[in-house]
């Protein structure tokens, strides 16, 4: 079951959020963290940022794995999930450069096997995701696990549906078709999961991802397996929930 808590607005669920991941930076020696690109993280990554300039969290024992990049598009594209993370957080904090994980977007197609097989190893080699943040799709894709994605999977290249990519890229460029995403196996061997979600646009995804049957056709609802998943989400993301798990903020 997904333990779910239902902020009034985005901004509340972003200050929960940054207070969990900056709980979890302030208890670990080697925190090792999963990290997710999107719209609804930047308020977390924005209040993280705060917190490391007001001294309150230390980056520099932390280690980062992202989710998922683009592939086929270059690390300094504007629009790859690598320098969406400078940006945002990056180049913001004392994290060392060579204890931040993106998926490199660039890799020759045969050496994709190899190379995602050695993302695995780093992060068992880190000690395991100690805390997976993650955003979802409105298909109700994690990372880019897309619909159909075996629960089994493992990082690897995945084709992307018309909806993912039109979600990012619009309708005007020419936009990646593929990418290279943590798998849900990998995902879900994170010692605690936090998803984020806010807006009406999400509130059928959440639905079906907290209360809906646990099927590969909604990746996100194979988090009702996990037994220390969490949903972090706004009162319009959580519209249609029957709300049978809440723990709302106190009155
Ligand atoms: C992308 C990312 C996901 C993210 C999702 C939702 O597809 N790969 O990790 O959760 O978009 O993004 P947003 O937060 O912008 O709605």
């Not at 999963?34 to 924005?46: A, D, I, R, S």
């Amino acid at each position: 079951m997904v333990k779910v808590e239902v902020e009034t607005n985005s901004e509340e669920m972003s200050k929960k959020a940054a207070s969990e991941v900056g709980k979890e930076i302030l208890e670990r020696q080697k925190p090792v963290l999963g990290l997710p690109t999107g719209e609804t993280p930047k308020g977390m990554y924005n209040l993280l940022v705060k917190y490391y300039e007001n001294g309150l969290i230390d980056f520099s024992t932390v280690t980062t794995f992202n989710l998922d990049e683009y592939y086929g598009i270059s690390e300094d594209h504007p629009k790859s999930f690598r320098s969406y993370m400078e940006r945002h957080l990056f180049e913001k904090v004392n994290l060392k450069r060579e204890n931040s994980y993106v998926p490199a977007g660039e890799i020759p197609r045969d050496e994709l096997g190899d190379y995602c097989k050695k993302y695995e190893r780093k992060i068992i080699k880190a000690g395991g995701l100690d805390l997976q943040i993650l955003g979802i799709g409105s298909n109700g894709h994690i990372g880019f696990n897309e619909p159909g994605s075996s629960f089994d999977s493992r990082t690897r290249l995945v084709k992307l549906t018309r909806e993912t990519v039109e979600d990012s890229f619009g309708n005007t460029e020419k936009p990646p078709d593929e990418a290279i995403t943590m798998g849900i196996r990998t995902i879900m061997e994170a010692k605690r999961i936090i998803l984020l979600a806010s807006g009406e646009s999400k509130k059928r995804a959440v639905k079906r991802a907290i209360e809906g049957p646990i099927t590969e056709d909604c990746p996100g609802s194979v988090l009702q397996l996990h037994p220390h998943a969490t949903a972090i989400i706004d009162e319009r993301a959580a519209e249609e929930l029957e709300l049978l798990q809440i723990s709302g903020p106190p009155e």
